[in-house]
């Protein structure tokens, strides 16, 4: 399958680019070509795609997936000791900026941890599914998110991928442009507005509200086993399961305060966890979130055209290692949801070779020389440009306005 779309009987293996060079202007206007998969018959297929990767990368290995673990919860142990060291031996003026750092630092080691537990819930991070749940139960838990309830939840954003109606997460309005609420929203204030909201609030307005979900499924609860419209009867001990481990970690949150007192509590893991909190719900906005992604109506709607109108990113190659290359890899993770994260990172280049045109990408141009302050930048561009979506006759799709 060669970039133009064309298929031959035996596919070879393409030499993966040294690196990603889509031109990106991002918000100033398109950059990729307005497409998407055809409806049917169209050559390129989900197993053409699997048949274009090396096998070995759809391997699972304990060993890689237990280190990644390891690793991230020594490293947080020894975040902590190392903050604690410092704000005891630097002078007071230099206190402030060591938080700030260990904050940051932090805040990627928690959305790295977040990832793993989001990969268990895939069955992506080993062959068991025992040990997936358990990791992924008190990874989540220790992360105040309800294990079960929303990895049954995420299942359906990953299966109606930018479908209108029966998307779950990130799905944008179908209003007017011109709407005196749409203009408010991409002002400066309007979007510094939303930027709070997003940041402080987000995370949990979407897990007790369903908040950024499908619109009739708004003011369901990820905590309510009887929400109807999020979880099916037989969801519903899962559904109660993942409150109690939410709680038991709320319980021994309430004892570090109680042992500790709030300050520390709050320095040491509350503003972190905000930080990942944070993370998660701008990286999945960035990930489908772009002028050149489309949204489907149910009659053009298919499950591969909503995988592959996912979009990669980069935060920079060390906020993307720290957060296990979620957001460098995220079309390979749409098509392949249970291929372990270093499998995706490896496949996204065959991935790329083999959808040629209909893949999406939006690298980061460097701010300042840094493509993570870049990154920060698109997101902000982003909420400020793409509030809603607009029916193009056309092509039948909807775009971001």
């Not at 009987?9 to 950059?31: A, Q, W």
């Not at 000791?81 to 260990?102: K, M």
């Not at 779950?168 to 507005?193: F, L, M, Q």
């Not at 905590?223 to 999020?230: E, M, S």
Request: include cysteine; hydrophobic fraction near 40%; aromatic fraction near 16%.
């Amino acid at each position: 399958m060669g970039r133009g779309g064309q298929a031959s009987m035996e596919y070879t293996y393409p030499i993966p680019p040294t690196k990603f060079t889509t031109d990106n202007s991002d918000f100033d206007g398109r950059t990729f070509m307005a497409n998407t998969l055809k409806r049917e018959g169209d050559v390129i297929t989900k197993r053409t795609i699997r048949e274009a990767i090396p096998a070995h990368c759809f391997k699972r290995s304990y060993v890689h997936s237990m280190f990644a673990l390891t690793w991230d919860l020594l490293v947080v142990a020894f975040s902590i000791a190392a903050i604690h060291y410092a704000n005891a031996s630097l002078p007071a003026a230099a206190s402030p900026f060591a938080w700030l750092f260990y904050w940051w630092y932090q805040g990627l080691t928690f959305t790295g941890l977040w990832v793993i537990a989001h990969e268990c819930g895939h069955g992506g991070f080993t062959d068991s599914r025992l040990l997936n749940d358990t990791v992924g139960f008190l990874l989540h838990s220790g992360l105040i998110t309800p294990y079960f309830s929303w990895a049954i939840t995420h299942a359906k954003h990953h299966h109606y991928t930018n479908h209108m109606t029966m998307g779950e997460t990130w799905v944008p309005a179908n209003v007017d442009p011109s709407k005196k609420s749409v203009k408010a929203a991409k002002t400066t204030a309007g979007t510094v507005k939303r930027l709070a909201i997003v940041f402080f609030m987000g995370w949990y307005a979407y897990l007790f509200t369903n908040a950024t979900g499908a619109k009739q499924n708004k003011g369901m609860s990820h905590f309510n086993p009887k929400a109807k419209a999020l979880f099916k009867k037989k969801d519903q001990n899962y559904v109660r399961m993942s409150n109690v481990g939410v709680v038991f970690a709320l319980a021994l949150v309430g004892l570090a305060i109680k042992n500790y007192g709030f300050f520390e509590v709050w320095r040491t893991y509350i503003v972190p966890q905000t930080i990942a909190n944070f993370y998660l719900a701008m990286i999945t906005f960035m990930q489908h979130t772009h002028p050149d992604v489309p949204h489907f109506e149910d009659d053009q709607w298919t499950w591969l055209r909503g995988a592959v109108s996912t979009i990669d990113r980069t935060m920079g190659s060390f906020a993307d290692y720290k957060t296990h290359y979620i957001t460098s890899s995220h079309v390979a993770h749409h098509i392949f949801s249970d291929m372990p994260y270093y499998g995706a990172q490896e496949a996204t280049p065959y991935i790329k070779a083999h959808l040629g045109k209909y893949y999406k990408e939006a690298m980061a141009e460097p701010l300042c020389g840094s493509q993570y302050l870049g990154y920060l930048r698109d997101f902000y561009n982003g909420m400020k440009s793409s509030v809603t979506v607009q029916l193009e006759e056309d092509n039948g799709f909807l775009w971001f306005k």
